[in-house]
């Protein structure tokens, strides 16, 4: 026991001895180094050992107690595990305090309560190795002391971490959040700023938490900036701090909020930019939304319905209505909404009147391909909660829209093939406005529906007198694998999400059409090809053509040198040739970036070899500032010291200022070409352009696969 002692005195030693020092050097100078704050970030991490030793410690210790059955030298050396890490973690705690942003009042409880906790459990270690009964007495009062004070340091950790009120968030009965229908009543920073930065940047940036000593919580806060200065800047978002660290690559440090951390959506920074913009108005409602349709777009999720709880019907009402000739069943399991759909198609009046006894429930009802009349549909007008209604293929004329325009909550409505004019159509959305109106093969024309479609914002789907003029459009089929690179062969197979749809393709280049090559059986490939799929079904719209290009690669590249190194957040230009190729997530594994800098390596074939194609797959992504390249250029020799001879070159095409992230492949043609060491240049851009919001800055340029075929 005595060897135990000392040996424990030697740890404790050398750890006080250690981070005392460490904390002594810090005081003395005026910014904490570098590799204390390395530490200083584990704090997170051990202090689960102190916790977890010392539940573990009380548990066996009062187990054993009505077991009469002490085990003395495993709670001593729990204990003595238990306060080595209690001390170890308050340095590294003290540390991480260094780096700011935290509540002056918060941190000090936490470091101070954390500290008690610490030299309690090393007296509980010391009072675990005494033989003296009196000593012996204060050991369970002690721990259950230190029970309460690391439960308490604990609680501040997390107040610290996640803000006031974390531990207790969903013990307290939620707020319920006023109701606002009415986009017009929604206030631009409370209901929708607010909001934003309450999910995504309020954990690191509140009262007790204020990373780059800035807080989000206020206007005055907001107003006020941190560290890096003023946050916001009124009416220009490009200059303002909290608009353009969101657009800064993940990887950059200086990017908002931080990676691994829940983003920004688009809709998110757009709402946000446009609030700086403006004005950053704390008070008043949104503005412009009547000529602003995409401010309206992207304020619609910020609106507010009271929930609609609808009561489950009677058995015997649901019964009765089975009876009539519907099927009747529940929207979702065990819950009141119900979706019904009338199985015969000769229905007399009192079968459509036995769903009143369904009037409340009733959130789907299809009577398509019957006869129901004009009259039948007076029942319809009770069914307050009614969000689907097909009609199609009936005879119902404007008389049933008189019943149809009382359905507040009406969302889709089927009338293709029916009788329905212009007259009655204007009508309807005259009073409500579903988003979803079918209208083909009605009296409905062309240029009435694609009015009141804009006039209401209503999808209008319509044909005109002539004959069919819009129609739903087909999905692209699906192609598996979805791989486009191979050796020897590849098997490809075509499928269609709906039945009865032809999926036809090419393999010369050419758009598919009604009469190209139907899909039976899986498409062989022994060679290079560029595949073109479409699906084509009667009374539908084709759908768009999918381009897949296959390339048979010849050579597999395995010694290589290059100039400048990927960045080290996406490394490995091994990725360049190993056939794997990346997604749309940049961030897949498959892909390397190069920051600011070009990519330029020199292959070699292992032998004077003809050479028809070079290509490589590429990326952009606007808002991770990553640009499609600006040239690409292919040199080549037949020795490896050179001269390396120009053999093709072409700009890198791309338009506009950038939307959604996409990648392309681009090929050089190398026509009577022979060689053995080919050289690769693929341009970045010098910097952002001036249409970026970043620009000036360095760009990324992302390339995948480098291949021959």
Same mark, same amino acid.
């Given at each position: ?446 240029? +009435?529906? @694609? #009015? ?5 914002? %209503?999808? $209008?789907?319509?044909? !005109?007198?002539?004959?069919? /003029? *819009? ?8 192609? +598996?694998? @979805? #791989? ?5 062969? %590849?098997? $490809?197979?075509?499928? !269609?999400?709906?039945?009865? /749809? *032809? ?20 498409? $062989?490939?022994?060679? !290079?090809?560029?595949?073109? /799929? ?176």
């Amino acid at each position: 026991m005595k060897e135990s002692n000392q040996a424990y005195k030697s740890i404790f030693l050398i750890i006080l001895t250690v981070f005392g020092v460490m904390t002594l050097y810090t005081l003395n100078t005026e910014e904490a180094p570098r590799f204390v704050l390395f530490f200083g970030r584990f704090h997170p991490l051990l202090l689960h050992l102190p916790i977890g030793a010392l539940v573990v410690t009380f548990f066996i210790d009062m187990t054993s107690r009505f077991q009469k059955k002490y085990p003395t030298a495993i709670i001593r050396n729990l204990l003595g595990f238990t306060a080595i890490f209690a001390i170890i973690t308050c340095f590294f705690g003290y540390f991480l305090s260094l780096e700011g942003g935290y509540q002056e009042e918060i941190l000090d409880l936490h470091f101070y309560t954390g500290i008690a906790t610490a030299v309690l459990t090393s007296i509980l270690f010391v009072i675990s190795n005494t033989s003296n009964p009196k000593t012996k007495k204060l050991f369970l009062p002690l721990f259950i002391a230190t029970l309460i004070l690391i439960s308490i340091a604990g609680h501040y950790g997390s107040v610290l971490t996640h803000g006031d009120g974390f531990l207790t968030e969903y013990a307290r009965v939620p707020e319920k959040e006023k109701t606002i229908e009415v986009i017009d009543s929604l206030r631009m920073y409370d209901d929708v700023v607010a909001k934003i930065l309450d999910d995504k940047c309020i954990q690191c940036h509140n009262a007790s938490k204020q990373k780059g000593e800035l807080s989000l919580l206020t206007k005055e806060t907001i107003l006020r900036g941190g560290v890096s200065g003023a946050n916001v800047i009124e009416g220009d978002a490009a200059q303002s701090l909290l608009y353009t660290r969101l657009l800064l690559p993940i990887s950059d440090e200086e990017h908002m909020p931080p990676e691994g951390k829940a983003q920004l959506t688009k809709d998110e920074i757009w709402l946000l930019k446009h609030w700086i913009d403006q004005g950053l108005d704390f008070k008043n409602y949104a503005t412009h939304t009547i000529e602003n349709d995409t401010l309206r777009n992207k304020l619609k999720k910020y609106l507010v319905f009271n929930e609609v709880i609808i009561p489950k019907a009677s058995t015997d009402a649901i019964e009765e209505v089975k009876t009539a000739g519907f099927r009747v069943l529940e929207l979702v399991p065990g819950k009141g909404a119900l979706t019904v759909k009338l199985l015969r198609s000769n229905p007399t009046k009192e079968h459509i009147e036995t769903l009143s006894e369904l009037e409340d429930q009733i959130v789907e009802l299809d009577v398509n391909t019957s006869e129901i009349t004009d009259e039948m549909t007076t029942v319809f007008k009770d069914f307050k909660n009614l969000k689907s209604l097909r009609l199609d293929n009936t005879k119902i004329t404007d008389a049933s829209i008189k019943n149809i325009k009382k359905l507040e909550h009406l969302e889709v409505l089927n009338m293709y093939n029916t009788a329905i004019s212009n007259e009655g159509l204007t009508e309807l959305v005259q009073t409500i406005q579903p988003k979803q109106i079918y209208a083909w093969q009605t009296q409905v024309d062309q240029e +009435t529906a @694609i #009015k009141l479609g804009e006039q209401y914002n %209503i999808n $209008i789907q319509s044909n !005109s007198a002539e004959g069919f /003029v *819009e129609s739903s459009q087909l999905e692209p089929p699906l192609i +598996t694998p @979805i #791989k486009t690179l191979f050796k020897d062969t %590849i098997h $490809i197979t075509l499928d !269609s999400r709906l039945k009865n /749809v *032809e999926v036809r393709y090419t393999l010369n280049g050419e758009a598919p059409d009604t009469t190209s090559t139907i899909y039976t059986d899986k498409i $062989i490939l022994d060679q !290079s090809k560029t595949l073109k /799929v479409a699906a084509f079904k009667k009374g539908w719209e084709p759908s768009e053509v999918t381009i897949r290009e296959y390339a048979n690669i010849q050579q597999e590249i395995t010694n290589f040198t290059i100039q400048t190194k990927p960045d080290k957040s996406y490394p490995d230009a091994n990725k360049l040739f190993d056939l794997k190729e990346g997604s749309l997530d940049f961030k897949d594994g498959n892909w390397t970036g190069y920051f600011g800098t070009d990519l330029n390596t020199t292959i070699d074939l292992g032998a004077i070899k003809p050479i028809q194609h070079v290509s490589f797959s590429t990326m952009e992504s606007v808002g991770s500032w990553i640009l499609y390249p600006t040239d690409f250029t292919v040199y080549t020799s037949t020795t490896k010291k050179g001269p390396f001879k120009k053999a093709a070159a072409m700009k890198v095409s791309r338009e506009g200022e950038g939307g959604d992230t996409e990648t392309k492949k681009v090929t050089l043609e190398l026509s009577n070409t022979e060689a053995r060491y080919v050289k690769v240049v693929i341009k970045n851009h010098d910097k952002l352009p001036e249409w970026h919001p970043a620009a000036g800055n360095p760009a990324w340029l992302f390339v995948d696969e480098i291949y021959f075929w």
